[in-house]
C-alpha cells in the first residue's frame, strides 16, 4: 500500500509559510533560519517556493530523490523544488495548460542553478526514447555554452549571469520533450572591455586561454598568459572551485551535442581571439600640419594579427579607427578622432562584437533546439533573468536590470493575486480585497510612453544640438521631480539630502532605494558604433562576422538610427511580460542567506532585506487574506479520520460529507472554515494546528492503543507457542522415557531367554552325546562281529578256490597229454628248422628293402645312417654303413678336375705334415691355396721381377724377412718356381736373394698359431754363406707345403724336412742362434712378435689361443 504522507509531517518550523502563527518578519526570517540550518533550503508559501542559497552541495537532488517526488501531489512530501517542477509539468501534460517558471533573487541567489534544476527535473521525468533523449541532451547541453559566454565572476557570485534567459521548452501531446526556443535579455556588454575591482571578463576568454591546445592557441595567434591583454582584469584571473580548463572541454562537448559544427566552433574561437587582440590595441595622439587632433596605431602587430584572425584588410580598419565619417543625406565628411575617440571606437567595436556573437550563439543554439513537428505545442517557460541589483555605483544596466525586476515583480502581484481569486471563485468562495503594495506605478515612473524615464532618455539621444548626461538629468528633474517615487537633488524635499549628490537620481524601486549615476546613460542608450567600423567589419572574409554586422553593408546604407538601448529593452521585456501572462506561473524566490558565499552562514539582516523586496509578507498576507490553508477533501478526511468515531475507521460516504461531520464533531466555529466545491478552506493557521494537534493525541493514543492490542497478542502468541512447544516437549520425553523403559524389559527378558536357552540346550547335549557313545559302542561291537564272520568266510572262500585250481591244473596237465599224444604223428622230424630259415630270410628280406627306401644323402660329410632293427644285425649294419661311405667318397672324388685334384693333393699333404701338430693348421683348412697372391705376370708392377725369374711362378706372396739383428721384419716378395725360391724387394721388385731347391735343407716352424718359418740351408752350400732366413708369413701352411711338394720333385726323391718344433736353431752368418717361441702377450695385439734377446736367443712370442 502507498504510504500517503504530507507536508505537516516531521516539519522543521513550518513548510508553508502561510501556517506561520503569529505572523511577523521575525517569525518569518526566524522559521527560515531554523529551516535553513537543518538543512531544509526550500519553503513553501502557498504553491510559491521560497529557495535559499546554501552554498554547499545538498544530497536531495538525487535519482531516488526524482523518482520520490514523481507524480505526488504538491503538499504531499515536505517543500522541494522538484515538487514544484513535478507539478508544473504535470498540469502542463495533464491539464494541457502552458506553464511558465519564474525565478527571481538578487545576484548569487540560485536562479540560474534552480533553473537548471527544474529542467534536470523535467527531463528526468518525461518520456524515452532516441529521439526524445537527443532533445533533452540538447537542451540541457545548451546551458554549459550560454554561461561560458554570458557568465561571469562577480563580487556578488562566481558564476553570475550576465543575461537575462527565458527559454520554452516544448512538448508534444505526450508530455515529450520536442524542443526549445531561448531569449536572451540585455547582455552586460560593457563588462567585455572593463570589469569592476574584484570581478572577471566573461569566462570564455579564461577558459580559452587556460584550455586550449597550444596548436590551437597557435591557430588563433594567442598566448596562454593572462597578463598580455589588456581587456582581462588580472586581480581574480583563477576563481576558487572554478577549472578554467576542463569546462572548456566541457563547453566544446556541449557545442558539439548541439550541433555546432567544427568550422562554426573554430570562427566563434577566433572571434573571441579578436576581442582579445583589439583589447591591445593602443594609441597615442599624432599632430597633423592643420592643426587638429589626430591618433595613431602604436604598435600595429595586434591589429595586423587580429586582421589576419578574421580576414580583413588591415589598412581599411586602421582607417576605420583614425576617421569618422558621417554621411548626411547627400553629404559625406570625414573628421579624424583623437586619442580618446579611437580608444572609444575600439571599446564600441569590442562590446559590439562580443554582444552580437553572443546573440548569434543564440539564434544557433535555437536553429538546433527548434521543434521539428510543427503539431500544437504545450509549453513551459523558464525564466532565469538577473536579480534586482543595488551596488554602490549604479549606472544604465542596473537601471535597466532593476526596471525588469520591477515588471516581473508587478507580473507576479499580478498573477498571484489574479490565482488565488480564481481560485476563490473555482470553489465558490466569497472573495475578500486584499491590501498590498502595487509597483505599477514605479514601473510608470520607468516605462511611460511620455514622462517615464527611458522615453525622456530616448528623447535626450534623439534630440539635435549637444546632448550629455547632465542635460538629460536636468530633463529627468523638471518631468519626474513629482513622482513618489523619483528622488532628486533638486526637488524641494531633497534639497538638503547630501546622500544624494547631484549628479545622480534615485528610485524608490519595490526592493529599495537605488541610487543612479547618469554618467554614461546617453552614450551606453545610444550604443553608437561608428559606421566606419561596421563597414570594415562587413569587409572581412570570416563569413561570420560578416554575418554580424549587416549595417555595413554599403549597399543598405540606413541612414535611421538604430533603436536605442533602453527601447529594444523596454520593447522585449513587454513581449516577455505577455508571453508570460498567458500562461500559469510558478514562482520560485531565490534568497541568499549571506554575501560571503559561505555555507552554514545565515545573515539574518540580508535575509529579511530580500524577503522585504521580494514581497514575501505581502505574499503570505495575500494568501492567508481569505483562507490560510487549503485541502482538497479526500485528503483531509483521510488526515484527520481519526478525530471522530463517526468516521473512523471508515467513512463510507462521500468526502465532503465526511468532512463536514467530523468539523461538526470537533465543534470548529462555523467561521473559522468554508467548504468550496472540492477543498475546504481553513481561515486562520489556529485551527489547522488545532486539528493538528488533536491528530498527535489521537495518533498517541491510537498508537498506545496498536501497541496495547500488540503487546496482548505478542503476549499471547508467545503463550500459545510456550503451549504448543510444551506438549511437543513432553510428548517427546513420554515416547523416551516408554522407549527406555521397553529396551530395559526386552534386555531382561533375552537375558532371561537365554539363560533358559542356555540350560536347555547343554542338557540336551549331555543326552545326544550318551546317545552318540552308545551307538557307537553298538557300531564296535558289530564290527568286530562281522569282522569275525568275514575272516571264517575268507579262510572257507580261500580254501575252496586252492581245491578248485589243483583241479584244473591235473586236468590241464591230463588233456595236454592227450592232445600231445594225439598230434604227435603229424610232425617230420626237420620242420623247425625249415621254419626258422623262412623267417630269417623274411627278416632280412624285409630289413635290406627298407633300407634301400631310407638310404641316406650322397654327400661325404653327412652322418646319418638308418638305425639297426634287429641287435643280431649289428655287425653287417656297421659294415654297410663303411661301405657305402667309401663308395659315396668314391662317387665325389670321380666328379674332380685335375687342377682340383692337385690341390686336394697339396691339400692332403698339408694335412700330413701339419695336422695334430701346429695350432695354425686348423685355420687354414677351408682357406684355398691360391699360390699366386700377388698376380706376378699380370701386374706390371712385377714386370722386371718376372723377367728376371724367368721360370713359371708357383707361389708368389709377400713375407716378413726378420732382421737378424733386432728381429723386426721387412717385407719381401716370396717367389717359389719349381728350382729356386726367390726374395725380392717389395717396392722395386729387385731380386734380393735366390736359393736353388737342392740347397734347402730343412724348414723349421713352431707348434703354435704364428706364421714364422725358417728356411736352413745345407751346409757347404752356394746359398748357406748368408745364411739361414727366418721368415713370417700369413700363408705358412700352403708355403710350406708347396716348398716340400715342389723341393720334392726338384731334388730326386731327396725330400726337403719340415721341423715343427718351439725352439730350433738357426745359422745366422757364423752364430747359432736359437729361436724360442713362447706363448704371451705381444705388444702389436693378436699378432707374434719377434724380438732378439741375446746373442744366442731369438724370442718369438705368440698370442695364447683361447
Ligand atoms: N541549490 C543549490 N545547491 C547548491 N549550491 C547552490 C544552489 N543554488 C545556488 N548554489 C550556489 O550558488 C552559486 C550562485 O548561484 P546562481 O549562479 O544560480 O545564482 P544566480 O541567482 O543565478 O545569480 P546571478 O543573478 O548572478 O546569475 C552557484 O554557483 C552555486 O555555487
Ligand atoms: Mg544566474
Redesign the pocket.
Same mark, same amino acid.
Given at each position: 500500500m502507498e504510504v500517503k504522507t504530507s507536508l505537516l509531517d516531521n516539519m522543521i518550523g513550518v513548510g508553508d509559510m502561510v501556517l506561520l502563527e503569529p505572523l511577523s518578519e521575525d517569525s518569518f526570517i526566524a522559521n527560515l533560519k531554523n529551516r535553513f540550518d537543518h538543512n531544509e533550503?526550500y519553503t513553501y508559501i502557498g504553491s510559491v517556493v521560497i #529557495?535559499m542559497?546554501?552554498?554547499? #552541495? *545538498?544530497p536531495i537532488y538525487t535519482p531516488d530523490k526524482v523518482e520520490e517526488y514523481r507524480n505526488r501531489n504538491f503538499y504531499e512530501l515536505s517543500p522541494h523544488i522538484y515538487a514544484l517542477a513535478d507539478e508544473a509539468y504535470r498540469s502542463l501534460r495533464d491539464q494541457d495548460k502552458d506553464q511558465c517558471i519564474l525565478i527571481t533573487?538578487e #545576484?548569487? %541567489?540560485?536562479? =540560474?542553478? %534552480?533553473s537548471k *534544476?527544474v529542467m534536470s527535473y523535467v527531463a528526468a521525468v518525461c518520456g524515452k526514447g532516441q529521439e526524445v533523449n537527443k532533445v533533452k541532451e540538447q537542451l540541457l547541453q545548451s546551458n554549459p555554452v550560454l554561461e561560458a559566454f554570458g557568465n561571469a565572476k =562577480?563580487v556578488?557570485?562566481?558564476? #553570475?549571469?550576465r543575461f537575462g534567459k527565458y527559454m520554452d521548452i516544448e512538448f508534444d501531446f505526450k508530455g515529450d520533450p520536442l524542443g526549445g526556443v531561448i531569449s536572451n535579455y540585455l547582455l552586460e556588454k560593457s563588462r567585455v572591455v572593463k570589469q569592476p575591482r574584484g570581478e572577471r571578463n566573461f569566462h570564455v576568454f579564461y577558459q580559452l586561454l587556460s584550455g586550449a591546445s597550444d596548436d590551437t592557441l597557435k591557430k588563433l595567434k594567442l598566448d596562454r598568459d593572462f597578463s598580455k591583454y589588456n581587456y582581462l582584469s588580472l586581480d581574480s584571473a583563477a576563481v576558487n572551485g572554478l577549472d578554467d580548463a576542463a569546462n572548456f572541454r566541457t563547453v566544446r562537448n556541449a557545442m558539439q551535442i548541439v550541433g555546432f559544427m567544427e568550422d562554426e566552433v573554430q570562427s566563434v574561437l577566433e572571434l573571441v581571439a579578436a576581442v582579445l587582440k583589439l583589447g591591445n590595441i593602443e594609441f597615442k595622439p599624432d599632430s597633423r600640419s592643420n592643426g587638429g587632433d589626430e591618433s595613431r596605431i602604436k604598435d600595429k602587430n595586434d591589429l595586423k594579427e587580429m586582421c589576419e584572425l578574421l580576414g580583413i584588410e588591415q589598412s581599411v580598419l586602421e582607417r576605420a579607427f583614425s576617421y569618422r565619417t558621417v554621411e548626411a543625406k547627400l553629404e559625406k565628411v570625414s573628421t579624424t578622432l583623437n586619442v580618446a575617440q579611437a580608444y572609444y571606437a575600439r571599446d564600441a567595436l569590442a562590446k559590439n562584437l562580443y554582444s552580437r556573437l553572443f546573440s548569434w550563439l543564440v539564434t544557433r543554439i535555437n536553429e538546433s533546439i527548434k521543434a521539428q513537428a510543427k503539431t500544437r505545442h504545450k509549453v513551459m517557460g523558464v525564466l532565469?533573468i538577473?536579480?534586482f541589483e543595488i551596488f554602490e555605483d549604479n549606472s544604465f544596466e542596473q537601471f535597466i536590470i532593476n526596471y525588469c525586476n520591477e515588471k516581473l515583480q508587478q507580473i507576479f502581484i499580478e498573477l498571484t493575486l489574479r490565482e488565488e481569486q480564481e481560485e476563490y471563485i473555482r470553489e465558490g468562495i466569497e472573495w475578500t480585497n486584499i491590501e498590498y503594495f502595487n509597483n505599477a506605478t514605479i514601473c510608470d515612473l520607468i516605462e511611460n510612453n511620455q514622462t517615464g524615464i527611458l522615453a525622456m532618455l530616448d528623447e535626450e539621444c534623439l534630440r539635435p544640438g549637444t546632448v550629455t548626461d547632465e542635460t538629460f538629468l536636468d530633463k529627468l528633474n523638471t518631468i519626474c521631480a513629482e513622482h513618489q517615487h523619483f528622488e532628486s537633488r533638486l526637488s524641494k524635499k531633497f534639497l538638503t539630502d547630501h546622500s544624494l549628490p547631484h549628479s545622480c537620481f534615485r528610485i524608490q524601486h519595490y526592493a529599495g532605494k537605488v541610487l543612479y549615476r547618469a554618467e554614461g546613460f546617453v552614450d551606453k542608450n545610444n550604443d553608437l558604433l561608428y559606421r566606419d567600423l561596421s563597414q570594415a567589419m562587413y569587409k572581412a572574409t570570416q563569413s561570420l562576422i560578416k554575418q554580424l554586422f549587416p549595417e555595413g553593408n554599403p549597399a543598405k546604407v540606413n541612414l535611421k538610427r538604430p533603436p536605442t538601448a533602453g527601447s529594444q529593452f523596454k520593447a522585449s521585456v513587454g513581449t516577455l511580460m505577455r508571453n508570460l501572462q498567458t500562461k500559469n506561473p510558478n514562482y520560485i524566490r531565490?534568497i541568499k542567506p549571506n554575501d560571503k558565499k559561505a555555507s552554514h552562514i545565515f545573515t539574518e539582516s540580508l535575509v529579511c532585506h530580500q524577503v522585504r523586496y521580494l514581497g514575501l509578507m505581502e505574499n503570505v498576507r495575500v494568501r492567508r487574506a481569505g483562507y490560510a490553508f487549503r485541502q482538497a477533501y479526500e485528503p483531509c478526511l483521510e488526515r484527520y479520520k481519526m478525530l471522530c468515531k463517526r468516521t473512523w475507521p471508515h467513512w463510507r460516504g462521500p468526502a465532503r460529507e465526511g468532512v463536514e461531520v467530523l468539523m461538526a464533531d470537533l465543534q470548529v466555529p462555523t467561521d473559522e472554515f468554508a467548504y468550496g466545491r472540492s477543498k475546504i478552506f481553513i481561515r486562520n493557521p489556529r485551527t489547522l494546528f488545532f486539528l493538528e494537534e488533536r491528530r498527535r493525541q489521537c495518533l498517541q493514543d491510537l498508537a498506545t492503543l496498536i501497541q496495547k492490542i500488540y503487546r496482548g497478542w505478542k503476549c499471547r502468541a508467545q503463550f500459545l507457542l510456550l503451549k504448543k512447544s510444551q506438549i511437543v516437549v513432553s510428548a517427546w520425553y513420554r515416547r523416551y522415557a516408554q522407549q527406555k523403559k521397553y529396551q530395559r524389559i526386552k534386555s531382561a527378558t533375552t537375558l532371561v531367554q537365554s539363560y533358559t536357552r542356555g540350560w536347555q540346550a547343554r542338557k540336551l547335549l549331555r543326552q545326544l552325546k550318551y546317545q552318540k557313545r552308545c551307538e557307537e559302542a553298538v557300531t564296535t561291537i558289530a564290527a568286530f562281529w562281522h569282522g569275525t564272520q568275514a575272516r571264517r568266510e575268507l579262510r572257507r572262500l580261500k580254501e575252496e578256490a586252492r581245491r578248485k585250481h589243483a583241479v584244473a591244473v591235473i586236468w590241464a596237465y591230463w588233456q595236454g597229454l592227450k592232445v600231445r599224444r594225439e598230434y604227435r604223428k603229424f610232425f617230420r622230424a626237420n620242420a623247425g628248422k625249415k621254419i626258422y630259415d623262412f623267417t630269417i630270410q623274411r627278416i632280412m628280406q624285409k630289413y635290406f628293402l627298407g633300407l634301400k627306401s631310407n638310404m641316406p644323402p650322397m654327400s661325404p660329410i653327412d652322418k646319418n645312417w638308418p638305425t639297426r632293427p634287429y641287435r643280431f644285425l649289428d655287425g653287417a649294419h656297421k659294415e654297410l654303413r663303411r661301405i657305402f661311405h667309401l663308395w659315396r667318397c668314391k662317387k665325389y672324388r670321380s666328379q674332380f678336375t685335375e687342377e682340383k685334384k692337385a690341390v686336394y693333393e697339396e691339400k692332403l699333404e698339408a694335412s700330413e705334415l701339419f695336422k695334430d701338430k701346429k695350432a695354425l693348421y686348423p685355420s687354414s683348412v677351408n682357406q684355398p691355396f691360391k699360390g699366386d697372391y700377388l698376380e706376378i705376370s699380370k701386374n706390371p708392377k712385377y714386370q722386371k721381377l718376372n723377367s728376371a725369374v724367368e721360370e713359371k711362378v708357383l707361389l708368389a706372396d709377400v713375407v716378413n724377412k726378420i732382421n737378424r739383428a733386432n728381429g723386426k721384419g721387412t717385407a719381401r716378395i716370396f717367389l717359389l718356381t719349381k728350382k729356386n725360391v726367390f726374395l725380392a724387394d717389395q717396392k722395386t721388385g729387385q731380386v734380393k736373394a735366390s736359393v736353388p731347391l737342392p740347397d734347402l735343407a730343412s724348414v723349421s716352424v713352431s707348434t703354435q698359431s704364428d706364421g714364422f718359418f725358417a728356411l736352413r740351408l745345407k751346409e757347404g752350400s752356394a746359398s748357406a754363406i748368408k745364411g739361414d732366413f727366418l721368415l713370417s708369413s700369413e700363408h705358412l701352411i700352403e708355403i710350406i707345403t708347396k716348398l716340400h711338394r715342389t723341393g720334392a720333385k726338384a731334388t730326386d726323391k731327396e725330400q726337403i724336412n719340415v721341423d715343427i718344433s718351439d725352439e730350433f736353431l738357426v745359422q745366422f752368418k757364423q752364430d747359432k742362434v736359437c729361436v724360442k717361441f713362447i706363448q704371451g702377450s705381444p705388444k702389436n695385439g693378436n699378432s707374434a712378435s719377434c724380438k732378439r734377446k741375446n746373442n744366442r736367443l731369438l724370442e718369438v712370442s705368440v698370442p695364447m689361443t683361447a
Open positions: 533550503i #529557495s542559497n546554501p552554498y554547499r #552541495s *545538498l533573487g #545576484s548569487g %541567489a540560485g536562479k =540560474t542553478e %534552480a *534544476l =562577480t556578488r557570485n562566481d558564476n #553570475s549571469s532565469d538577473y536579480g531565490c
